[in-house]
């Protein structure tokens, strides 16, 4: 699976647009985790906890748009991108979104 953040695929050609695919997860860390994180934002400097996090939560939710691009038989997904969003205290949404499309290799 090609997976891009521009519109086209060098070398190929778009035959076929199978239409928007998805992947997200919500994620929050363990409760002592956010008391040394809250402890740290005091001295400064990364947050390694929550940066692991996103991470983590980042290739899920990678991984689970790539699955609904195989399932539409998608040869790659161009346009990708990330968004997030606070859901609740604690907790964040990590998105991952892009047009799943079926390639042929140019000429």
Known sequence: MIVVTTD???????????????????????LGKDIAAAFKT????????????????????LKRMI???ERLGADAVVGVRFGSSSVMQGAAELLAYGTAVRLKKKE
């Open 8 to 30: 086209f695929v060098p070398g190929y050609e778009i035959v076929e647009t199978l239409g928007i695919v998805t992947g997200s997860i919500v994620n929050s860390k363990h």
């Open 42 to 61: 005091l001295a400064g400097g990364e947050i390694k906890s929550y940066t692991e996090l996103l991470v983590e939560s980042r290739n899920i939710a």
């Open 67 to 69: 699955s609904e691009a």
